[in-house]
């Protein structure tokens, strides 16, 4: 991701609100992001309608995901880097070539074994379903950029700047790589120790 355009600094708190705001709305995890809401006596406009100067609001977000998702060191964020600082980037569609899903079993055939997703678009494109699961949300997704749609950002974590691990958003940079070109896309990238990183996905590490 050499050509990747840095727009400003971020935080821990905005990103634990984009993470939320990129489930909320996915057909795969608002049941259960739903449910902890409920379960913590939360209304979802915590969420859809935040407020990022309010502190007691982002130590609330922060209870969330980890109920939710284990964050920071439980459940999908076991082992997780501890991030040195978090800025917001342009995405070009170059920088596609050093994004790289998750270590996981879906994901990995998905893309041929290369955890790419311009590999990924490759099996989507041949009509190939992976565990029986419909391409179709890709499709869609797909469609949704051609017709001018822009997607919230995507959150990647890095240690060299040369591999991105993506940590959300693997149907967003999937859907990039569908589509010919993209304007206004933006990546999170929380930038960690390569020991911590090797630790958490030796993969990124090279």
Not at 65 to 70: A, D, P, V
Not at 106 to 126: F, R
Request: hydrophobic share 35%.
């Amino acid at each position: 991701m050499v050509k990747i355009i840095k727009i400003r600094e971020s935080n821990e708190a905005e990103v634990i609100l984009e993470f939320l705001k990129g489930e909320i709305n996915s057909n795969r995890f608002s049941e259960n992001l739903n449910n902890v809401l409920k379960e913590l006596k939360l209304d979802k406009s915590i969420i859809v309608s935040a407020d990022l100067n309010n502190k007691e609001e982002n130590l609330k977000r922060l209870e969330i995901m980890h109920k939710f998702r284990g964050y920071p060191d439980e459940d999908m964020f076991f082992n997780f880097p501890k991030i040195n600082k978090w800025s917001l980037y342009k995405l070009e569609s170059s920088d596609l070539d050093n994004c790289y899903f998750i270590d996981y079993d879906y994901w990995n055939e998905l893309s041929s074994q290369t955890s790419l997703p311009k590999e990924a678009a490759k099996t989507i494109l041949k009509g190939i379903e992976i565990y029986d699961v419909s391409n179709e949300q890709y499709i869609s997704a797909k469609k949704y950029l051609e017709n001018g749609g822009k997607f919230p950002p995507i959150i990647v974590i890095t240690c060299n700047e040369e591999k991105y691990l993506i940590i959300e958003g693997h149907l967003r940079m999937t859907a990039y790589a569908l589509v010919s070109t993209f304007s206004d896309a933006y990546v999170f990238v929380g930038k960690c120790s390569q020991t911590d990183m090797f630790i958490f996905d030796k993969r990124m590490v090279r």
